[in-house]
């Protein structure tokens, strides 16, 4: 079975650039989620998708960050435009609560966002 | 609030010793679940091992146990026999039941000493 799938790995842009990230969750998982882990610092909930719905964005920038998952499988993060403070490791995470009912998250390798 | 308190950011333990970390966590659900989460330099979140509020034992995978205080809501991480490659930073998380949403805590980074 693979993994959660994300791209890029890396990305370097300057502040008011924009960016966008890609997560492919493991087949079958109908909860994502997207998580912003800045250097030193536990993982951040930015939003969470039920298949193609929006469950939670209540910590989503929404004036900066969006985020869609249309035909609820993959999705994409983006930032327009990005600052400084969003320099951090964007993670993408996935559960499938009939294979693995305790819940567990299965976490992509993430995206590395330096901002300039 | 803070749902999951970390208190130790950073500890050393030697090489085959055990190490507790710790955690505790705040809600008022009566089902919830506990996990541990072990991040080594590259970046990967790993899951080590889960509690759920119902379970009665103490959950252990191989060399990693959870001390699970219900009362104290606290839910440790013992590492026994420490080895180098567990270096790394370690994650307590907790699940909502009710609408799957998860807390992390700020983690531990954990030093193994040869």
């Not at chain 1, 882990?37 to 989503?60: A, R, T, Y």
């Not at chain 1, 969003?86 to 590395?112: H, K, M, W």
Request: proline share 4%; glycine share 8%.
């Amino acid at each position: 079975e693979a993994g959660v799938a994300q791209s890029p790995r890396y990305k370097i842009i300057e502040k008011r650039q924009s960016v966008a990230f890609w997560c492919n969750p493991i087949s079958g998982h109908a909860t994502l989620y997207w998580y912003q882990q800045i250097l030193g610092q536990g993982p951040k909930l930015l939003i969470q998708f039920q298949n193609n719905g929006v469950v939670d964005d209540s910590q989503l920038p929404k004036d900066r960050f969006s985020a869609e998952r249309l035909k609820g499988v993959d999705s994409t993060l983006k930032i327009q435009p990005a600052k400084l403070e969003d320099s951090a490791v964007y993670l993408c995470a996935s559960i499938n609560l009939r294979d693995t009912p305790r819940g567990e998250q299965f976490f992509g390798p993430g995206t590395r966002l330096t901002v300039l | 609030a803070q749902k999951i308190t970390q208190t130790q950011p950073g500890m050393f333990v030697q090489e085959k010793e055990a190490v507790t970390l710790d955690c505790t966590y705040d809600t008022s659900d009566q089902s919830y679940g506990l996990f541990w989460y072990k991040q080594p330099s590259s970046g990967e979140m790993i899951f080590l091992i889960y509690q759920g509020s119902y379970d009665e034992q103490n959950a252990t995978e191989g060399r990693y146990s959870l001390n699970f205080q219900k009362a104290r809501k606290s839910a440790n991480l013992v590492i026994s026999a420490s080895q180098l490659g567990d270096s790394a930073m370690y994650f307590c998380a907790m699940r909502e039941i009710n609408f799957n949403k998860f807390y992390f805590g700020s983690g531990t980074k954990l030093n193994v000493k040869p």
